[in-house]
């Protein structure tokens, strides 16, 4: 039976949502990766996670997540693709946050092969994304230090890499589900905003002025008349390239690679005076070298690497169920924050910016079609190539062209947010409230402080839906046994037994609109209310108990009686310490069963035998 538009029924046994493959078979136990007969694990390495037990145990099944699979001629394909989107995508992003966008590039190597090697999430592909780079940018400013020092940029990401693995070992996936839609709708809008802003002066020459970035934009569109020709031109067509490349079907993976190629080709053949990647950076044709971490600005990169972890974190939760697994199996949101752990802890020694799952990149490795992991695996490696290859090249791109392509992806982000915010605006107040303070902070505020802000939001969002939400059921049975659900009575009658189910979940906030649905009890001689708290797992407040302990004091006063009918075994136990039990009575508490009914009608039969009844029923008719 449904009470309240949730089902009393029987206690969940259940793995963790976070992480359900823990209990299963490999991920890679089924399908494509298996068919290389990889997925055979050795005995010695069966002998010791049986051996090792806890966290250190979750931490060996990481022999099970290397089994590679074989490569499929289509992973080679996706990689090669996913590697040259790379180039302009990690270029851009590294600049747009004042990195050297060579660090942009080496976020594209060591974390693609070692995430793609690791994840749970086969698929997935681990590098630098837009909101990390503005994250943390952000976090050195903050903490007044140089965002192209190797060894700040190093600190930082191990850093980062660091909190990832503990999440993911201490199995806090579920971590994330405290952050709303409505939040990460906002902070997402408000990162796209930040990307278009960050990249109007490479696109048209102009530098808006101010501080906030909405103002910087109503700034930038009223000074169109200062805005330099030839770079808007330039960035003009960057787009117009893009678009006409897009309606190529096959082409449309590659639409900015393809029009940063052209665009810069053209740019270098007409002569046209624009400023050039080679004017704020040098990319040297090599591989990425060793970089070592500054730890004497460990105190001052702490609390803002939670945050960085926090955005990669956030950002790559929605790819699992958005990307699924092409073997069958099931990702897990924990071994994936494991997974961009290990990328950030190798990828901090190698130049690389912090990075996590994009999803942007992962779509483009399925467009192109990704088979297995060995696709990011090769996106690393090919793009380690390209840049060995190539680099001298990659400084000839102009500036505008890159703003041109970003304006392209801020857009893009903005555009694909419309749904999300339409939908948020939709659904209530409090959250279209959360989504737009989030934003606004966004736009004025650091985002490590931002994200922070929107996680407290969600909490408090939570908080006042689930106070608002929570009530008393009154079931009522009627003549031939079936129960039916009513409002609570305004007072208890005399004699006769009463039943309210409690749909809560014992917040204190929620306590006093549950108080004030009690039924009063001046007229309760020989009258029983029986309290079904099935959905009660446990009890998170002393509030609850002094609301009880005052309304049974009520009760006997006037000579009632509480009987708390269907209790979890947490609750009983917080029941039995706080001295509630005592209180009660014997047979004051009844604990869950698994057949549904069976406490509510041992405390109707009780009930019955109650001096002082006036009547014989069982409950309210």
């Not at 993976?253 to 007409?270: E, I, K």
Request: aromatic share 4%; charged share 15%.
């Amino acid at each position: 039976m449904t009470v309240g538009g949730r089902e009393p029924g029987p206690e969940k046994k259940g793995t963790d949502s976070t992480d359900s493959t823990d209990s299963e078979e490999g991920p890679e136990r089924q399908g494509t990766e298996s068919a290389s007969g990889a997925g055979e694990q050795s005995s010695g390495l069966r002998r010791l996670r049986a051996r090792t037990p806890g966290r250190l145990g979750r931490l060996g099944r990481l022999g099970r997540l290397g089994r590679l699979g074989r490569p499929q001629p289509a992973d080679v394909g996706s990689g090669l693709v996913t590697g040259l989107f790379s180039i302009p995508e990690g270029m851009a992003y590294a600049a747009i946050a004042g990195f050297n966008p060579v660090a942009g590039l080496y976020a594209g190597v060591v974390p693609a092969i070692v995430g793609s090697f690791t994840a749970r999430t086969v698929l997935m592909v681990t590098t630098l994304t837009s909101a990390i780079a503005l994250t943390s940018q952000s976090v050195l400013s903050d903490a007044g230090l140089d965002a192209k020092d190797p060894g700040n940029i190093a600190t930082l990401t191990l850093l980062a890499g660091f909190v990832m693995l503990l999440m993911g070992v201490l199995r806090l996936g579920a971590a994330m589900s405290f952050v709303s839609n409505a939040v990460m709708t906002g902070f997402a809008t408000g990162i796209a905003l930040q990307i278009v802003t960050g990249v109007l002066k490479d696109a048209t020459g102009y530098t808006p002025q101010g501080h906030n970035r909405l103002y910087q934009l109503g700034d930038w569109l009223a000074h169109i008349g200062d805005w330099a020709l030839d770079a808007t031109l330039v960035a003009a067509a960057t787009i117009a390239v893009w678009a006409a490349t897009r309606l190529v079907k096959r082409l449309e993976p590659v639409a900015l690679l393809v029009a940063m190629v052209l665009a810069s080709v053209a740019v270098a053949v007409l002569g046209t005076d624009v400023e050039l990647v080679r004017d704020i950076a040098h990319i040297p044709a090599s591989l990425p070298g060793f970089s070592a971490p500054d730890l004497s600005v460990v105190p001052e990169l702490l609390g803002g690497a939670v945050a960085v972890a926090l955005v990669a974190l956030a950002q790559a939760a929605s790819i699992g169920p958005s990307v699924p697994n092409p073997d069958g199996s099931r990702s897990s949101v924990n071994g994936d924050f494991a997974a961009q752990g290990l990328a950030n802890l190798a990828g901090g020694l190698f130049q690389a910016l912090p990075s996590g799952g994009s999803l942007s990149r992962t779509g483009v490795a399925v467009s192109a079609g990704a088979r297995t992991r060995w696709a990011g695996i090769f996106s690393g490696v090919l793009l380690a190539l390209i840049v060995l290859v190539c680099a001298p090249l990659a400084e000839r791109i102009p500036m505008p062209v890159i703003g041109g392509l970003i304006l392209v992806v801020g857009g893009e982000l903005i555009w694909g947010k419309r749904h999300d915010i339409l939908l948020v605006l939709r659904t209530s107040r409090l959250s279209s409230a959360a989504m737009i303070l989030t934003f606004l902070a966004t736009t004025q505020l650091p985002l490590q402080q931002a994200i922070v802000l929107g996680a407290v939001l969600s909490l408090l969002l939570y908080c006042a839906q689930a106070a608002r939400r929570a009530r008393l059921v009154a079931l009522v049975r009627d003549a031939e046994g079936r129960w039916h659900t009513a409002e609570p009575p305004q007072r208890l009658t005399a004699g006769e037994t009463t039943v309210l189910y409690y749909d809560g979940i014992g917040f204190f906030a929620e306590l006093p609109h549950i108080e004030a649905a009690l039924p009063r009890a001046d007229d309760a001689d020989g009258a029983v209310l029986v309290l079904v708290m099935r959905g009660v797992p446990d009890v998170p407040s002393s509030t609850v108990v002094k609301l009880l302990r005052r309304y049974v004091a009520e009760l006997h006063r006037h000579g009632g009686r509480l009987v708390i009918a269907g209790a979890e075994p947490g609750l009983v136990r917080t029941l039995k310490a706080t001295g509630l039990d005592r209180d009660l009575g014997p047979g004051g508490i009844l604990p869950a069963e698994h057949t549904l009914f069976a406490p509510l009608e041992r405390a109707l039969a009780d009930a019955a035998r109650t001096p002082g009844r006036t009547d014989d029923t069982s409950a309210q008719r």
